[in-house]
């Protein structure tokens, strides 16, 4: 069953913050993010496993609650260049099928 | 290092034409996955191959769909006829599976338009 994102969307100025959620029905062994630009490949930001741990990429970072069966992904001090979608892709077992949430769309303005 | 190449980029057919598109992924992965992602969604798997054998096809309408990878390297997904529902960009990806939840790295799909 396809993970919940939320917001849909968002509009951010450069230098703000924005969190992105993504809520699952499913117990959660893997959470997956992605970032796709307009007409290009959806391009891997980071992977969270079972444990809750958080990770880091830049100043994106995210974080994965099991037992809210949640994942939540941050962006801090926004660039231009984190315009796009974001996909979180959720697993529920130790294997590689995903489930894509419906996508949120960041836009980052001067 | 190269990416997941795929062509054509855009297809544009009459329903009921056949269609194929191409996709060789990045050289060492051993998983090959299809996916077709509709406008304003997510990608949704279509089919997963495992070097040359298909894992999980339980997604691909097998009806007018057909996937092929002969030599656990490149891979073909063919529709025959297409229907308007069809449209959509069509979105392969390959990973280097070790333990299972690896990364999957994608190429930048086709979009295919059936009028």
């Known amino acids: 069953q396809q993970p919940v994102q939320s917001p849909q969307a968002v509009i951010l100025r450069e230098g703000e913050d924005a969190v992105i959620n993504c809520s699952s029905s499913k117990a959660l062994y893997s959470v997956h993010w992605y970032r796709q630009k307009h007409g290009e490949a959806p391009v891997f930001l980071m992977i969270?496993?079972?444990?809750?741990e958080q990770k880091g990429h830049e100043k994106i970072s995210a974080s994965f609650n099991e037992k809210k069966q949640q994942s939540s992904l941050y962006l801090t001090a926004s660039q231009l260049s984190y315009s796009g979608t974001y996909f979180c892709?959720?697993?529920?077992?130790?294997?590689?099928?995903?489930?894509f949430g419906a996508g949120t769309t960041v836009t980052v303005r001067a | 290092e190269a990416g997941v190449v795929q062509s054509p980029r855009y297809k544009i057919i009459e329903k009921k034409q056949p269609v194929a598109f191409w996709c060789n992924p990045i050289s060492g992965h051993n998983t090959l996955y299809w996916y077709r992602q509709n406008l304003g969604q997510g990608p949704e798997l279509l089919i997963r191959y495992e070097n040359e054998e298909a894992v999980d096809d339980s997604q691909l309408p097998k009806d007018r769909f057909s996937a092929e990878r002969l030599k656990g390297v490149d891979s073909t997904l063919k529709i025959q006829p297409a229907e308007l529902g069809d449209s959509a960009v069509y979105l392969c990806?390959?990973?280097?599976?070790?333990?299972?939840?690896?990364?999957?790295?994608f190429g930048p799909g086709t979009r295919l338009t059936v009028l």
């Open positions: 990806a390959s990973s280097y599976e070790r333990e299972g939840a690896d990364e999957q790295f």
């Open positions: 892709g959720t697993g529920s077992t130790n294997d590689y099928k995903l489930s």
């Open positions: 969270l496993l079972k444990g809750g």
